[in-house]
């Protein structure tokens, strides 16, 4: 495996170290004897390893940076372990789910130790309250079929869910395709408890359904992508399961149509519980994977998925709406009465992503937000953006939120195409604010959309995060290096791994 170019370590490294102090190379000496010690509390935890070592220097941006050691720790008392021994030395800390996030968040950019939580997989139900208490490691898809042995939903469903775990679910506050319904991760997280950078324990928020004592650390926490404290618990709201689902894939000639149709859906005060758009490049993308189209005698079309649940009654009254307002500009359209046949339909959606790179090597996956009524105009950006920079902007993404996945492709070994995928993203970030939109929606910052903070925030927003993070974790040993140092993702090759994910 490659791993970042060594140049730019130092780089980060060495701005790293004159903002936080954390160690660099004259430190090694200390950084030998803090390991040391780790391996002393925590006998046969401490993996150094080259296996281990490249296979927590990585996560879906798929830069790598070898750290110095991982730590899979079995129970949550060796979290406090861990960070005191880390707070006391100024050793690097980053905490790892599964190593699925898509900005480089869970990649070790200032070395140090990697601290993996997979392990802790404790999940307890509270019958009375529907109250579920879940370990960090516990991954979003074993949660949900778990609960739902109890009739029970837990429904934030980012694509990476078999995966994808709880505690890197709330760090990046995760989103998915029944956010149009349910909303995110945050909206179900009613405590949390977890580690401080020094090693203390705290609590935020209790297993109940109300709790105002003090301040809201608890919303502080979620989505900080492991820079202000480390989740070892988290006490999650559950909804009953819906009693039934239906889905209609429609085609339109256009994105407009498409999207228009979203924006009337809503109107009309019909929420489905998912509402996938993908545009023509995405399904041109998909149908030359499939080698046939997906809808016979309408190739390169613009799609919708829509979901509808609840009961047969509300469904059956929520679909009337749905085809009447797709009657006038709908080519056709299939439907799913099962679970499986929902699946199959879904799993179009899925293969987009990886189809795309039939037209290049390299892509920048964006998730921006606009306002609904402005999607269409953000998509008519990406096609004269495409236009412009010449290089294919395929889109596709959570229609029903205004929460897009931009693509802009190009090849890695093509400097021309660097340059210009770089003009490009620049001129979507600041166009998506521009619409009055978010830069992230789902994925948070990382490094990836570090260069783009400044586009979305005052100077004053960005410092008063700062003092923060300074003040939760005075010696800058949690996750140094994101959301706040720009990270020129473009200037670095991705390393050639398969990830769990990879089909
Ligand atoms: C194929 C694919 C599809 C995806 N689809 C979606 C989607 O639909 N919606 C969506 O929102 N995201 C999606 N993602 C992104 C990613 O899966 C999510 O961000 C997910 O929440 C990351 O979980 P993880 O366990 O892999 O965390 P990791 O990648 O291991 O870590 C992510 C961040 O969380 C921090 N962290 C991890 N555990 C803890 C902890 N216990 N305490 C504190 N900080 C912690 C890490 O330091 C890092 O900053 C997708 C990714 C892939 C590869």
């Not at 391996?39 to 993996?47: D, E, I, K, S, T």
């Not at 042995?149 to 679910?169: R, V």
């Not at 999650?236 to 979203?262: C, D, I, S, Y």
Request: with cysteine.
């Amino acid at each position: 495996m490659n791993g970042i170019a060594s140049s730019n370590i130092c780089r980060i490294y060495k701005r790293i170290h004159l903002k936080s102090k954390v160690s660099t190379p004259s430190k090694k000496q200390t950084s030998i004897q803090a390991l040391k010690q780790l391996q002393r509390r925590l006998p046969g935890r401490v993996w150094v390893g080259l296996k281990e070592l490249e296979a927590a220097s990585v996560d879906n941006l798929r830069i790598s940076v070898i750290p110095d050691a991982v730590v899979k720790v079995a129970a949550e008392a060796d979290v406090g372990v861990v960070l005191k021994l880390a707070n006391q030395y100024k050793i690097p800390v980053t905490a790892r789910g599964a190593g699925s996030s898509a900005t480089g968040s869970a990649v070790p950019v200032c070395k140090g130790w990697v601290l993996d939580l997979s392990e802790l997989k404790g999940i307890k139900l509270n019958p009375y309250s529907k109250i579920v208490t879940v370990g960090p490691g516990v991954t979003t898809e074993a949660l949900q079929k778990k609960v739902a042995k109890a009739g029970l939903f837990y429904p934030p469903d980012p694509s990476s869910k078999k995966y994808s775990t709880i505690g890197g679910n709330i760090a990046c506050n995760a989103g998915g395709m029944r956010c149009v319904k349910y909303g995110v991760t945050r909206d179900y997280v009613l405590g949390l408890e977890g580690y401080l950078a020094n090693g203390s324990f705290v609590k935020w928020g209790l297993p109940l359904k109300k709790f105002v004592s003090g301040y809201n650390l608890k919303d502080l926490w979620i989505g900080s992508e492991g820079t202000l404290g480390i989740v070892t618990q988290a006490h999650l709201k559950l909804l009953p399961l819906p009693e039934k689902r239906w889905m209609g894939m429609f085609a339109f000639k256009n994105e407009q149509k498409a999207l228009k149709l979203v924006a009337n859906l809503l109107k009309a005060g019909v929420v489905p519980s998912l509402c996938e758009f993908l545009d023509r490049q995405s399904v041109l993308c998909a149908e030359r994977f499939l080698n046939k189209p997906i809808f016979p005698g309408h190739s390169g079309v613009s799609i919708l998925m829509i979901e509808l649940d609840g009961s047969s009654d509300m469904i059956r009254a929520n679909k009337k709406v749905l085809l009447e307002l797709t009657k006038p500009s709908s080519l056709g359209f299939k439907e799913a009465k099962t679970e499986k046949a929902s699946e199959d339909l879904l799993a179009i959606r899925r293969l987009c992503s990886q189809s795309m790179y039939a037209i290049a090597d390299t892509k920048l996956n964006e998730d921006v937000v606009v306002p609904i009524e402005k999607q269409y105009e953000l998509i008519r950006y990406t096609l004269e953006l495409k236009k412009e920079i010449g290089l294919s902007t395929p889109t596709f993404g959570h229609a029903g939120d205004g929460n897009l996945h931009v693509h802009i492709m190009y090849n890695r070994s093509n400097k021309s195409d660097c340059t210009r995928a770089k003009q490009g993203i620049l001129k979507l970030m600041k166009k998506v604010v521009e619409l009055g939109g978010s830069i992230t929606g789902e994925h948070g910052i990382g490094l990836a959309k570090s260069p783009f903070l400044k586009f979305q925030h005052s100077p004053e927003e960005i410092a008063a995060m700062q003092s923060i993070r300074k003040a939760l974790d005075p010696k800058g040993i949690l996750n140094p290096g994101k959301i706040f140092e720009p990270f020129q993702v473009w200037h670095h090759t991705p390393v050639e791994t398969k990830m769990p994910w990879d089909h």
